[in-house]
């Protein structure tokens, strides 16, 4: 897994909380090993950013990748992100879309070059 990798479908779980007094929500998102996947666990930081009037996003992983991502916000029940960052060892540009499928399901894709 890395840049120029073949898709990977996977599932997972994501928990999130407020935090810092409210001004920022933490995520904890892990991933089970598969056949095509090691487990990876990601912890996220998300706010908004009055300056730039985008929301923000800076994640790091249990496999040693760092992002940071900003966003216009959602449009309808999608979000896309698009920053940059390191992944293993390699700087990356970087791209993802959560499109909210119900109260339960989001279906999440992630690239990077």
């Known amino acids: 897994m890395g840049p120029g990798s073949p898709e990977v479908l996977t599932k997972g779980n994501i928990k999130f909380k407020k935090a810092l007094g409210g001004f920022w929500i933490v995520g904890d998102y892990s991933?089970?090993?598969?056949?095509?996947?090691?487990?990876?666990n990601v912890l996220?930081?998300?706010?908004?950013?009055?300056?730039s009037k985008k929301f923000i996003v800076?994640?790091?992983?249990?496999?040693g990748s760092l992002v940071n991502e900003t966003s216009a916000g959602f449009q309808g029940d999608t979000i896309t992100w698009t920053g940059e960052g390191y992944m293993m060892g390699q700087?990356?540009?970087?791209?993802?879309?959560?499109?909210?499928k119900s109260d339960k399901e989001v279906f999440h894709t992630f690239e990077a070059d």
């Not at 991933?31 to 996947?37: A, D, E, L, V, W």
């Not at 800076?58 to 496999?63: A, H, K, L, P, R």
């Open 91 to 100: 700087k990356i540009k970087v791209r993802e879309k959560m499109i909210k």
């Open 44 to 51: 996220f930081y998300m706010g908004y950013d009055a300056g």
């Open 58 to 63: 800076t994640q790091v992983d249990s496999m």
């Open 31 to 40: 991933i089970k090993k598969s056949k095509t996947m090691p487990a990876m």
